[in-house]
């Protein structure tokens, strides 16, 4: 089964209401694929989308959904797997293993029309080709709606296609045009050998595609595994705790099923069915795979504290993504490093406190502005033994003046005087200014968020030096920062 | 000139430092001047690249331009020297040349030894990073200390060092402030080639952009208050400028002396060779040509510039006798000394021509000779001989500044700002080829055009910033003929640098700041089709066994002009344009000076000044023949009474405003330079005055000043015009009396040209001529004569190496080719080369490509071989084949079928961009004639105003300037071509089919009126049964 405009198609399966619209598909800023109706009204793909919108405002923009891509393609292999276990998913295509279905249909073409129909009722416009091998089913499918290829009628039935339907790769194409190959009889009737010679292993393989001698086995795709446990309460359960005693049971089970499978547990999918009606669907993520239930359980107890059910819940299902533990090999010279379950855990409960993106190692950006930088995933030092094993050394440790930043930067009150700063004063630090080094002016950002400021180190009256900074955009003073 | 200022800037680097500085040595004299500066210091890096145009633009506002350049150490450390006299200019350029002599193009890397043996005359100023001791030695008593403040917290520790250092060595310190810029706002343009220079984009630079923007020309008081602390710092600049005197006027320029034999002077010599070939040329030496010559040689001698006719008739004379082909051309043409001395061909006095023109007392410079060379190896035999002549450090090419046009402007600031390839690909081919761009045709519209929203943040810096970058330098690249010599050094007067091309050496001014510093010029340039002529000359006598001299063809040969006014002038020099083409039926030359205007007419200067359709009528007898003023008749006579020419309207200026010949050459040179608008509407002003007192007033008037203004974009001279046109006779006389070696000396010299090969050949054929296609068992790499046919050379075959071509030639010499796997092995050819040759046939008479069984021409024209070819081909190169190489598998038989008639032209146009076969329009023509399509020789039969539609594939496309936005297409069927004009609103509607379809149906109003033709097309649309044709010339 293929499906032809799978970006088009895919949308409009998740949205019914898109089916007949003048639907363009995008990715980034350009078109990548388009309705029958948007292609009437002569948008075509590779368009920008500006490009798309000036000539087509009434046509309706959406982006490429990976998600319904993989949904539509996951009801074919549903689909699939109604009529026979052996199913084989690739790209844009499902292959099914029909050749012991005799007994439930009359013939192959039933079995097609059937594959058609029910791929209809998926909301998807499927071609169906059948045929004894992967590979002339494929370009059976290529060929028409839903085309049958008799057992043993391949080369007849191939001759007449045009050659492109073997999806030769680009350079072997542009050798049959040379040829004045375009068919696939005219393939077919060149010597098998000369192909091969003069085309290498694709050129034997299309050759023996022509003549209907295919052999490419089916691959069927494996069950996905599922680790779900579920469970209903005789009554609703208003607090966190007793449902966090009833997922503890509920994760000890989990982790022992991933145990004999040897997985260990990653993300965890949490729906609680409220009371009286509604759900509460979450995801708890898990930094390191883990089987510790000690470590899931305090993601849990986080997410719920953090944010509680709506209502009492009526009911749990727990699943987890199963995953393969990380191994960390240690070395006989080193100290341990932290545990990865520990470490993942605790970052895991901080980013759940202040959030993501605020938990991490600072890296300094190479930038004018003194405190540019952004955060990077946290990895665990290395940590060098030295020759004296009493002392431990962190690599790069050297003593500077150091300057105590304010997070945010402190708004400040200025006074000047002919241009010289005479005062600053803001949130508990103030004073008259002794001295003052500066202006320093940075400029950063100018082509899209533009930012200029003067940097000054000032000895302020009560004892400190700090920095500060006048942003000259918004003619404010900051005080940056203490020098320690 | 400014009142006293307390400060000079001593570093302020110009566009001419390339990528480091964004603002033009112009700008920057004007913005000194602004700020009420005596003087400052244009230090570009590496060289004195903006030194003329920095010079000159202070001069303007009396400003003292002091040089001076930022150089390279070769510990990579940087120097900065400033020139105190002209000596220490000499030592400066000395420096530079020997620093980049023997290096990599870009490179400079100057040796402490050097600077020793040069430092006299140049005071440096050093960052104490690098050699302060040996510098100390150096320059004792002319070296400071640099220093800076730009508001960097950085920096100023660093200040503190220098302080400290120049207190511990007892050195001046002096301050500046590095200046890249001439005002603030030009810093993020300075960002931006930063960025182009590192490779980067502006995300990613960090600190490689500017901390802040503060290296701007600042004002005395700023810098004053900067460094307060340091007012000696600030003192010591003044001290400098007081100190280095030297400015540009100072070159110390001389031009070489000619080494006269005999211990006579320059002048007897010259005067000698004039007379000698006075007595050559006129037969007799009139009274009229005696004083000719006689004033001429006068005012040579008045001027001094014996010279520089002797340098000029020695390289002549070197082409003479090593049989070049050599034609001096422009203005030298107006002197009968240069007619005299073979420099040029056309006889000034016969012609009438203006001497003026060429050289007068008032101009003050050296006059300009221009020689035209065949192309290719035997002008840059000529150019050897130059540098031989005056060695390696006395003559040199000058460059050729390459600035930022739209599309390259757009296409680096597009990667800069982070936009994506596809959109900054999309944006350049918005912005295309033509040179019309209509009012709507503005940045901001072709970038919403290429789908970029102008609302987007970055997609507004991009139309700033390319607004700011236009026009300014990018590299510097090499003039295509101009050599400038030298009495003793050229190193001395400017730097030289190696060019790209091996053997080349290069100043670092362009040709119009050598102009502006007065150092003379000699241009020596290629001529496609004097490399023609070079080249069909030995042709006809191998082939046909005929001598021709060039110098002597039949004057004015009926088969010649016949072919001149019915248009047939595709291949020939000057009036094979589209233009030209429509003109010639009108005009109808009949003789040599109806070529000398027919050259001259279409031209931006007749066009815009409407002068070609008046002139044409008149010639029909369709206009009366009037003059502005009666005082202007004897000038405009012989053009009908419209100007045509550079020496008409300075003629013009002359009688009917006064004009003295100097003031009227003054006058062409304002037109024709792209520096002096300004200028042109001073001269207006007196060209009125003097016009009103002689009584010339009103309409007249009006008349008058439009016919001199168009010239400002581009008028020719008729000297030039009529050197041109002995070239566009001996072109014609060529082609219409020996078509086949005339075509094969073009096809081997292409790229030139309006024509594609493929057009050159259907011509070819059209004439009778007969061509055979690419065979690897005959061709050479360049086209040949084969029984009065051509053979078409290998290097048609696309992707074909020459070294290849020419080792495939050498092999089958040695011996025939027994197989196509043969010819692979001794030719070296890829398997993408032996697929090429394969399907174009030219594998075609080998070996096994020949089915033995089908020897008959029908056969083998069925492509019967070509397929075969194909087959075997594509074997090679297999691995595990190479046992089997030579041995063909004969069991194997030819599996693959004959290519039909409609495939051979599709893999003839694709594999060399033209076919031998029959043109792909005649397969087509059974279905076009259905329709009712003509063809394009049956236009000329059918009435004007008939509605019709034509067919062709599409050879030219043009959008000319000053064609207000009109678009013209030329087609070509079978039978010849059809010319189409489109409105602008029809081309903007359907420009996509227009500039992108190979073949096109278009129909409309057929314009026939005095033998040319052409249709006013109202719809078009592609020709989608042509399967290939070749590609069309687009351009303005």
């Not at chain 2, 089919?993 to 129909?1003: E, H, N, P, R, Y």
Request: charged letters at 25%.
């Amino acid at each position: 089964m293929l499906v032809p405009h799978l970006d088009v198609q895919s949308l409009e399966r998740g949205d019914p209401e898109l089916a007949g619209a003048p639907l363009v598909v995008c990715e980034g800023r350009d078109v990548i694929d388009l309705s029958p109706a948007a292609r009437k009204l002569g948008l075509r793909p590779g368009m920008t989308i500006f490009q798309a919108r000036s000539a087509a405002p009434e046509a309706v923009y959406r982006a490429r959904s990976p998600e319904l891509i993989r949904s539509a393609e996951g009801a074919l292999v549903d689909l699939g797997q109604s009529f026979s276990p052996r199913v084989e998913q690739s790209a844009g295509a499902i292959c099914v293993d029909v050749s012991d279905l005799g007994r439930l249909f009359d013939d192959e073409a039933q079995i097609a029309n059937a594959l058609f129909v029910g791929a209809r009722k998926l909301g998807l416009a499927v071609r169906v080709g059948i045929a004894a091998d992967k590979t002339t089913a494929r370009v059976a499918a290529r060929a028409g709606e839903v085309v049958v290829v008799p057992p043993g009628r391949e080369p007849p039935f191939l001759a007449p296609l045009p050659v492109e339907l073997l999806e030769p790769s680009p350079e072997t194409l542009e050798t049959f045009r040379r040829w004045g190959v375009h068919t696939i009889g005219e393939l077919e009737a060149l010597p098998a050998g000369g192909v091969a010679v003069r085309l290498g292993a694709e050129g034997a393989l299309l050759a023996r595609v022509a003549r209907g001698q295919a052999d490419s086995p089916l691959t069927p795709c494996a069950e996905p595994l599922v680790f779900e446990e579920a469970i209903d309460f005789d009554w609703p359960v208003e607090n966190v705790e007793p449902l966090l005693f009833v997922l503890r049971r509920m994760l000890d089970n989990l982790v022992a099923r991933l145990a004999c499978r040897a997985l260990a547990s990653g993300d965890l999918g949490i729906t609680m069915k409220l009371s009286p009606r509604g759900r509460d669907v979450r995801t708890v993520p898990v930094a390191a795979p883990t089987r510790d239930v000690a470590t899931l359980l305090s993601l849990v107890r986080l997410a719920l504290e953090t944010s509680p059910p709506a209502n009492a819940v009526e009911g749990l299902v727990v699943r987890t993504a199963p995953a393969r533990t990380r191994s960390a090999q240690l070395s006989f010279f080193e100290p341990a490093g932290p545990s990865p379950d520990k470490l993942a855990s605790t970052i895991a409960r901080l980013a759940a406190l202040v959030g993501e993106t605020r938990v991490g190692a600072p890296v300094m950006l190479d930038r004018h502005l003194p405190d540019a930088f952004t955060m990077q995933p946290f990895n665990a030092p290395r940590v060098k033994l030295t020759a004296d094993s009493s002392q431990l050394t962190v690599a790069g440790d050297a003593r500077a003046l150091a300057l105590h930043s304010l997070r945010p930067p402190v708004q400040a009150d200025a006074r000047l005087d002919r241009g010289e700063l005479r005062y600053l004063a803001g949130q508990g630090i103030g004073g008259q200014v002794l001295a003052a080094a500066g202006p320093f002016r940075v400029r950063d950002g100018w082509w899209q968020l533009p930012v200029t400021r003067d940097y000054y180190d000032v000895h302020l009256s009560d004892g400190a030096i700090y920095r500060v900074f006048h942003d000259l955009h918004g003619d404010s003073w900051h005080i940056d920062g203490c020098y320690e | 000139m400014a009142g006293y200022c307390d400060y000079v800037e001593l570093r302020a680097a110009s566009a001419f430092s390339f990528l480091r500085a964004s603002s033009l040595p112009e700008d920057l004299a004007d913005r000194a001047a602004e700020l009420g500066y005596n003087a400052m210091a244009l230090v570009d890096r590496d060289g004195v690249y903006g030194a003329p145009r920095f010079h000159g633009r202070a001069r303007k506002h009396g400003l003292h331009a002091m040089v001076g350049s930022d150089l390279t150490l070769e510990d990579g450390g940087r120097l900065m020297v400033l020139v105190q006299n002209q000596g220490g200019y000499k030592n400066l350029c000395r420096v530079v040349t020997n620093a980049k002599a023997g290096r990599p193009k870009g490179e400079t890397s100057v040796t402490l030894d050097d600077l020793e043996r040069h430092a006299s005359g140049l005071i440096a100023v050093s960052d104490g990073k690098s050699a302060l001791d040996r510098l100390s030695g150096i320059f004792p008593g002319a070296l400071y200390l640099e220093i800076g403040r730009h508001h960097d917290a950085e920096e100023e520790r660093r200040n503190r060092a220098t302080v400290a250092l120049a207190r511990q060595r007892q050195l001046p310190l002096v301050a500046t402030n590095d200046v890249r810029y001439a005002k603030a706002s030009g810093v993020d343009l300075c960002d931006v080639l930063a960025c182009i220079r590192e490779k980067t984009n502006l995300d990613d630079a960090g600190t490689l952009l500017s901390a802040n923007a503060e290296r701007h020309l600042k004002s005395a008081a700023e810098m004053r208050m900067l460094f307060r602390d340091l007012p000696d710092a600030v003192d010591n600049t003044l001290e400098i400028a007081a100190r280095c005197g030297f400015t540009l006027e100072d070159l110390g320029y001389q031009f070489p002396i000619y080494p006269v034999p005999d211990g006579g002077s320059e002048m007897s010599y010259l005067t000698h060779l004039v007379h000698e070939g006075a007595r050559r040329r006129y037969r007799p030496i009139t009274p009229r040509v005696a004083a000719q010559i006689e004033r001429e040689l006068g005012l040579i001698a008045k001027l001094d510039l014996a010279g520089y006719f002797l340098i000029v008739w020695d390289i002549v004379d070197y082409c003479n006798r090593r049989g070049l082909l050599v034609q001096g051309r422009g203005s030298a043409a107006n002197s009968s000394v240069c007619y005299a001395l073979g420099i040029t061909a056309v006889d000034p006095i016969g012609m009438e021509l203006l001497f003026e023109r060429f050289l007068s007392e008032e101009r003050g410079e050296w006059p300009d000779i221009d020689l035209d060379l065949p192309s290719g190896d035997r002008r840059e035999e000529v150019i050897q001989y130059v540098y031989k002549k005056y060695g390696a450090r006395g003559c040199a090419m000058t460059a050729n500044c390459i600035t930022y046009r739209p599309r390259s402007a757009v296409r680096e600031i597009g990667k800069v700002l982070g936009l994506t390839g596809t959109e900054i690909d999309r944006l350049s081919k918005r912005i295309g080829p033509y040179e019309f761009q209509a009012r709507d045709d503005t940045l901001a519209e072709q970038l919403t055009g290429s789908g970029l929203s102008l609302d987007d943040g970055r997609v507004k810096q991009l139309l700033r910033l390319a607004g700011q970058m236009m026009g300014l330098p990018r590299h510097l690249g090499q003039h295509s003929g101009g050599m400038v010599m030298c009495a003793g050094r050229l190193d001395e007067v400017v730097p030289l640098e190696p060019a790209s091309m091996p053997g080349r050496v290069v100043v670092q001014w362009d040709k119009d700041d050598c102009a502006d510093m007065g150092i003379i010029k000699i241009d020596l340039l290629g001529l496609g089709m004097m490399a023609v002529l070079a080249d069909a000359v030995p042709l006809v006598r191998a082939h046909e066994g005929i001598e021709i001299d060039l110098a002597h063809l039949p004057p004015d040969d009926p088969k010649t002009y016949a072919m001149i006014q019915k248009a047939d002038t595709v291949g020939v020099f000057q009036i094979e344009s589209r233009a030209q083409m429509a003109t010639l039926p009108r005009m109808r030359p009949e003789r040599f000076y109806d070529l000398v205007v027919e050259v001259a007419i279409i031209r931006p200067g007749p066009i815009v000044g409407q002068m070609v359709h008046p002139y044409l009528k008149r010639r029909a007898g369709r206009e009366a023949v009037t003059y502005a003023h009666p005082s202007l008749r004897p000038i405009l006579q012989r053009t009908l009474g419209v100007p045509l020419f550079q020496e008409q309207l300075m003629r013009v200026a002359m009688v009917a405003a006064g004009f003295s010949g100097g003031q009227a050459e003054e006058l062409r040179r304002a037109m024709g330079s792209k520096r002096s608008q300004e200028r042109m509407r001073a001269l207006e002003a007196e060209l009125r005055s003097g016009m009103a007192k002689n009584g010339i007033v009103g309409k007249a008037q009006d008349d008058i000043v439009l016919g001199i203004k168009s010239f400002a974009l581009y008028g020719f001279p008729e000297s030039h015009s009529a050197s041109f046109a002995l070239l566009v006779y001996a072109s014609c006389y060529l082609k219409a009396h020996h078509p086949a070696a005339f075509y094969t000396a073009l096809l081997n010299n292409w790229p030139m040209g309006f024509y594609h090969p493929a057009t050159l050949i259907t011509d070819a054929r059209r004439r009778g001529v007969k061509l055979r296609p690419i065979d690897v068992t005959r061709s050479g790499w360049l086209c040949t004569i084969e029984e009065g046919a051509i053979r078409i050379g290998l290097r048609y075959a696309a992707g074909l190496r020459q070294a290849c071509g020419e080792q495939l030639v050498r092999a089958r010499d040695e011996r025939a080719f027994a197989s196509v796997a043969d010819v692979a092995r001794r030719s070296g050819a890829s398997p993408a080369e032996m697929t090429t040759l394969a399907s174009i046939g030219a594998l075609n008479a080998v070996g096994d490509a020949k089915d033995d069984a089908a020897k008959d021409d029908a056969a083998k024209e069925g492509g019967l071989t070509r397929r075969r070819a194909l087959w075997q081909t594509a074997a090679l190169g297999r691995s595990g084949n190479e046992l089997f190489g030579g041995v063909s598998d004969r069991r194997e038989g030819m599996p693959l079928d004959d290519m039909t008639l409609k495939e051979r032209l599709t893999a003839d146009f694709q594999g060399t961009g033209m076919t031998t076969g029959p043109h792909p329009i005649s397969l087509v023509r059974p279905l076009l004639t259905a329709r009712g399509i003509v063809r394009a020789a049956d236009l000329a039969t059918l009435p004007d105003g008939t509605r019709v539609e034509t067919a062709g594939t599409v050879v030219v496309r043009q959008r000319p300037g000053t064609a207000k936005g009109f678009f013209f297409i030329t087609l070509e069927d079978e039978t010849g071509f059809s010319n189409a004009i489109i409105t602008p609103q029809r081309f903007a509607t359907d420009r996509t089919v227009l500039t992108t379809a190979a073949a096109l149906v278009i129909g409309g109003t057929l314009q026939n009126q005095d033998g040319v033709v052409s249709v006013k097309a109202d719809h078009f649309a592609a020709l989608r049964e042509i399967g290939a044709a070749a590609p069309s010339h687009d351009f303005h």
